[in-house]
Structure formats: structure tokens, C-alpha cells
């Protein structure tokens, strides 16, 4: 039915062992309910025949590479990821981990997770303190499987959706190819005559499995990043506030994601930037693409309301190279798309990813009842919301600022945001947020070499004040230690998923 792309990454393998491995790919349900549904993939327009090949390219080879690396696995002890990685050098460690990863999802491999506890001190109220915490091992081994074993397949996203656990990052509907999804801010809806159940969607949402052993695995073989269990990988972290007068009238914090998108339009490093503006409704968020900078100031300051942004992207197939501002999760979804779906023509733009921090977020009606209910104000006079100091604080078109303990809004906010795990964009290039800053400042987190130098240069151009986050006040403590609460009470939304299409 098909053949594997000419690619570099197979040199050096026997025919015998690539013709074995793409018979084995060949009967990947995916990769046949996506060529047996080429005609309605090209009549619907997302892909041109030439792209509907190109995809159809990456996932056999990716098929194959996995069925290769399944195969030199096989009768080995339980071993951790990057061990893997050290015994199969036939391809990148970090394409041998994200294989291991997704072999776990496709029924071959099995995760034996190990549970130690070790006795640390700690400064508890300026007391220090011997606390017990808990260490997590996670080892893979190939499983025994049955002669009548048969590859998982992945159900569309509406079992996500169903169970609860959905961010509605859109990044599903943007994904499908023959435009099943609709994604808006609060639903998610199939067209089952569209569906051709190839899965594509499951494999990208951000709720459907997890990366986050795979990230760390990979990060760790990277000597030139900082691990952090609480924030990531990361180059550097500093505080940063904007030079331009402009973006000081209109910023969250410290205008940091304005001025970076700036620089990044200026530079003619992006042509377009995906972010956020008021839709007709104020404070009802909307994406937008932004490839003229003077439309960029708009886009400036938080919207506490969700936004599904990634609904948007196969809109900016036009643009070599985009800037793409979001929420962790949006971020996570499109590290998912990088590593599974490498092959999209939309997806190869994305140059930067400027992931915010981000503890929750709300339901546009959550929004309304929040003003109405916590302050007796109408939505319409409210000209910013903030979070800072344990509160959530607005600013009135009088002048006035009102504030409530944090506490009083969570009741508002999303169910879904009790699913996620990440404050601080992980899986970002640069991620900020106002956690551990000053007023009118922003935490930076550099998470690459490339967006270092980027943020280097923005200062050195003169259009960003930096520090270094570990000599501010609160600081990188405060940011790790929320970072830290945010991943302890974090519900596991892929047992909720398993759970909910069980019954
Ligand atoms: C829903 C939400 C919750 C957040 N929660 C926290 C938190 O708990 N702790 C914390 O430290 N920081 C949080 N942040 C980040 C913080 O509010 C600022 O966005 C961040 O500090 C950057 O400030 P800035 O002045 O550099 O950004 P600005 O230069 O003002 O730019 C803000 C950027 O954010 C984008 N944006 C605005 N609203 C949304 C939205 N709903 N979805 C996607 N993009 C959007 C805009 O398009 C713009 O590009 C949150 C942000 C959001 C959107
Ligand atoms: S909804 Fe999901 S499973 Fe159905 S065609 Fe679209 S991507 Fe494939
Ligand atoms: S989390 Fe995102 S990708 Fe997953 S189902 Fe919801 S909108 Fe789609
Ligand atoms: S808390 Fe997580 S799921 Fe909720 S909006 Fe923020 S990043 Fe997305």
C-alpha cells in the first residue's frame, strides 16, 4: 500500500529489517484510514495532494522508525528512557524516547512506575524540619504480548472531551483533516459522517497522553539546561520590563510578551504573530494574527477568559515563520504535534513559542459572575484584571481598584484547569509571567539557546530592562515554589479519560 520516504534516518539498516518494519508500519490503522481517506482530505481544502503525501511521508517513516526501535527493545530488563536511548543508536535519543513513548500507547510497551520516599530537611515558618517526600521511577519494558494482540487505536477526541479533562486549546480542530472538529471557548463537537477515525486529533491534544516523562528525558541529556521537577528545562530566567512607552500604556506586567513579538516582527524573524485581542465582547478573548506590528498593541494585557488560539493555525499556512503567544497547555499540545506529527505543513512555521504562566483560567460567564458577584460591577467597566499578592485585583474606569482574596475567585474558574500540571509554559521557547516579579515587572524563562540569544538582543537593542530572577525579589524561589504546587495537586486527567470511556 505504501512506501517509506527516502529518508537519512534509515541509512545503515538492512533491507531485510526496513522491508520487515514497513510491512509491520503498513498495518498502522492511522496511516490507513488517512490514505484511505485521501479524496475527502483534498476536497476539503486543508491540504494541497502534494501536502496530503508529504504527511502521509512522515507518518510511515515515523511508523517504521518506531516498529525498528520496538524490535531492538524487545527482551530487555525494565530500563529508564534515556537508558533506552544509550541502547538504540540507530536514530536521535530523543526520537528513541518519544518512539518508547508512544509504543506504551500503542499496547506494546508497559510503564513500571517505582515509588521511594526520602527524608529531606526543609525551612518550614524559619523552623528547619526533616519532611519525608516521595521519589517517582519510571522504567519501560517491552510487554509479552499475545499472537492475537492487536495495536491500540486511537478514538477522536471527544472521549477527552467527554471525560471532563478538554482545554479547549483548539488545537484538535485545527489538526483534523477533513475538518470534523469545532472547537470553540467552552464546547467540542464531531461530525461523525466527516470522522474518519484515524485518531490524528488523540495523538496531538494535550490531555489525551502524557510527554512529560519523554521531556524530561530528553531535556536531561541536554548538559547545557537547567532541570527543574517544578518548572522545567530551562537557559535562564531574569525579570524583564519594556523601554517602549507604547506597550507601558497597554502591558499585563512587564510588556515583556509585547516587546518580544515586536522585536521578533521588526526583525523580520516572524511574519506573523498568533495572540489574543478583546473579541466585540470586552474581555471575551479572540485570537488574532498579527502580521502588521502597529496592530500589535491591541493584543497587550491579560484575558482571564480561555481563548481556544490554536483553533487558528491552519490559517497561517501563507507565513514562512510564526510567533505563536498561549497558555501552558496550548504549548504542550504543540510539543505533541512536534514530536508525533512533525510532517504538517502549518505546524513546520512555528519559529517561537511565548507560553504565559498560567494558574487557571475562566469561562467567559465565569468571568461576568465574578465582577457581578465578588465587586458588584458590570464587565463593561472594568478596564484590567490582575493577579498579584495572593489576590485578584481590578482596575475600574473611575480609576478605582478593587481587590478579593484569591481564594473567593478559584470557585469561578474552569473545571479542566484542575487537570493541568504546568504553571510555567514548559514547552515553551521563552515563558513569562508575573510570579516572582516586581509591579510592572515579568518572570522570564529562556527554555532554548535560540531564545536566550533573542532576549539578549532585545536587551542590547534598548527595548527591555532585565535582572537576573535569582537576585529579584521574591524571585525564582516563588516561581519554583508555586510551580511546585501547581504540579502536587494537579488531578491526573489521563485516568479520568480511561475511566470515563470505561463506563
Ligand atoms: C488565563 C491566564 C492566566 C494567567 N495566570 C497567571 C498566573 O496565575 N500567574 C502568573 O504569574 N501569570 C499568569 N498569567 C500571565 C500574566 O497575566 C501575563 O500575561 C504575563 O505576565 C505577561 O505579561 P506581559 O506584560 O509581558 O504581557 P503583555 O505584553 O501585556 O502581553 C500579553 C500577551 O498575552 C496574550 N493573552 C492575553 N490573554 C490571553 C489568553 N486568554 N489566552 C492566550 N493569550 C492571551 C496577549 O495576546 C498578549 O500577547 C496568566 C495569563 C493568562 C492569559
Ligand atoms: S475527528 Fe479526529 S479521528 Fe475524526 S477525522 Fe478528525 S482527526 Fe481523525
Ligand atoms: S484539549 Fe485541545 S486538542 Fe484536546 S480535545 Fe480539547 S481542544 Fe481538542
Ligand atoms: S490552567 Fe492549564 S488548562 Fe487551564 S488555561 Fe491554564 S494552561 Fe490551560
Known amino acids: 500500500m505504501v512506501q517509506t520516504a527516502n529518508n537519512k534516518l534509515f541509512e545503515g539498516l538492512s533491507p531485510k529489517e526496513m522491508i520487515e518494519a514497513t510491512y509491520e508500519a503498513s498495518k498502522n490503522f492511522q496511516i490507513r484510514a488517512f490514505y484511505e481517506a485521501k479524496d475527502e482530505i483534498i476536497d476539503t481544502g486543508k491540504y494541497t495532494e502534494q501536502e496530503f503525501f508529504e504527511i502521509l511521508d512522515v507518518m510511515i517513516d515515523d511508523e517504521t522508525e518506531r516498529k525498528i526501535v520496538l524490535e531492538h527493545f524487545k527482551g530487555q530488563e525494565p530500563l529508564f528512557l534515556g537508558e533506552i536511548a544509550e541502547i538504540i543508536k540507530e536514530f ?12 506504551k500507547e500503542q499496547g506494546y510497551v508497559e510503564e513500571l512506575i517505582e515509588v521511594k520516599t526520602k527524608t529531606v530537611t526543609k525551612k518550614i515558618k524559619g523552623e528547619e524540619k526533616e519532611v519525608e517526600v516521595k521519589e517517582y521511577f519510571y522504567r519501560y519494558q517491552v510487554k509479552d504480548l499475545e499472537p492475537d494482540f492487536i495495536e491500540h ?17 483548539g488545537w484538535c480542530s485545527t489538526i483534523c483533516p477533513v475538518n470534523a472538529i469545532k472547537v470553540d471557548a467552552d464546547n467540542l463537537e464531531i461530525d461523525d459522517d466527516k470522522c474518519m477515525k484515524c485518531g490524528l486529533c488523540f495523538t496531538v491534544c494535550p490531555r489525551s ?11 536531561k541529556l541536554n548538559k547545557k539546561l537547567n532541570w527543574s521537577d517544578k518548572i522545567g528545562a530551562y537557559v535562564n530566567t531574569y525579570s524583564g520590563s519594556t523601554k517602549n512607552d507604547e506597550i507601558m500604556k497597554v502591558r499585563q506586567d512587564g510588556g515583556v510578551v509585547t516587546t518580544i513579538a515586536e522585536y521578533l516582527l521588526d526583525k523580520k524573524i516572524v511574519d ?3 495572540a489574543v485581542q478583546h473579541s466585540k465582547q470586552l474581555w471575551k478573548p479572540e485570537p488574532v494574527i498579527i502580521d502588521d506590528v502597529k496592530d500589535l498593541y491591541k493584543t497587550a494585557g ?8 490554536l483553533s487558528i493555525l491552519d490559517q497561517t499556512k501563507k507565513y514562512e515563520n510564526i510567533a505563536f503567544v498561549g497558555v501552558p497547555c496550548m504549548m504542550k499540545a504543540l510539543e505533541k504535534g512536534k514530536l508525533f506529527l512533525c510532517g504538517l505543513p502549518f505546524f513546520k512555521n512555528i519559529k517561537y513559542r511565548i507560553g504565559l504562566f498560567c494558574m487557571e483560567s475562566f469561562p467567559y460567564e465565569g468571568i461576568i459572575k465574578l465582577a457581578k458577584e465578588q465587586f458588584d460591577k458590570d464587565i463593561n467597566d472594568l478596564t ?8 485578584f485585583i481590578i482596575k475600574l474606569k473611575s480609576g478605582e481598584q478593587l481587590d478579593v482574596p484569591l481564594k473567593e475567585v478559584q470557585k469561578y474558574a474552569r473545571e479542566s484547569c484542575h487537570f493541568c500540571e504546568d504553571l510555567t509554559s514548559d514547552y515553551a521557547d521563552f515563558s513569562v509571567g508575573s510570579i516572582g516579579s516586581q509591579d510592572g515587572w515579568s518572570s522570564v524563562i529562556t527554555r532554548t539557546k ?22 529579584v525579589k521574591p524571585g525564582l524561589f516563588l516561581v519554583e515554589k508555586i510551580g511546585g504546587i501547581k504540579r502536587n495537586k494537579c488531578q491526573d486527567p489521563y485516568e479520568k479519560i480511561k475511566n470515563s470511556s470505561e463506563k
Open 272 to 274: 506573523a504573530v498568533i
Open 92 to 103: 536521535p535519543a530523543e526520537n528513541v524516547i518519544r518512539d518508547v513513548i508512544y509504543l
Open 209 to 219: 497522553f502524557s510527554i512529560d516523562q519523554a521531556n524530561k528525558a530528553t531535556k
Open 153 to 169: 487505536h486511537f478514538e477522536p477526541v471527544s472521549v477527552v472531551f467527554n471525560s471532563g479533562t478538554c482545554c479547549q486549546c
Open 450 to 471: 535560540e531564545s536566550d540569544e533573542i532576549y539578549n538582543e532585545i536587551i542590547k537593542n534598548g527595548d527591555l530592562e532585565s535582572k537576573n530572577l535569582k537576585e
Open 384 to 391: 484590567k484584571m490582575n493577579i498579584g499578592g495572593g489576590k
Open 302 to 309: 491579560t484575558k482571564y477568559a480561555n481563548s481556544p488560539s
